[in-house]
Nanobody, 123 residues
């Protein structure tokens, strides 16, 4: 069982930056692939970024590539999402998720989810 708690969301102007954190409970964090997803009002949840168990492989949605960076610190049981050059269309609730056996962008394949953190980008 893994519990995930996101933090770091807030209100920022367009062009600004935020860093989201996702703290995981448990001693097996390093065996999980991690992903970030987001859901805007009235829209389906969408993939943002994912990172492999050891951080050696990352992948991004085209909409955030070059602006967002996913990373992890297994010693701290934490995964991060650095978001730069934010746009109003990045406004959403951001969720982190953990998977024991899947590394990819399909949300249904992830085993555990956090409660989400709100990111609002004003124009």
């Amino acid at each position: 069982q893994v519990q995930l708690v996101e933090s770091g969301g807030g209100l920022v102007q367009a062009g600004g930056s935020l860093r989201l954190s996702c703290a995981a409970s448990g001693r097996t964090f390093s065996s999980y692939a991690m992903g970030w997803f987001r859901q805007a009002p009235g829209k389906e949840r969408e993939f943002v970024a994912r990172i492999s168990w050891n951080g050696g492989s990352t992948y991004y949605a085209d909409s955030v590539k070059g602006r967002f960076t996913i990373s992890r610190d297994n010693a701290k049981n934490t995964v991060y999402l650095q978001m730069n050059s934010l746009k109003p269309e990045d406004t959403a609730v951001y969720y982190c998720a953990a998977s024991r056996s899947y590394i990819g962008g399909t949300s249904a394949r992830y085993d555990y989810w956090g409660q989400g953190t709100q990111v609002t980008v004003s124009s």
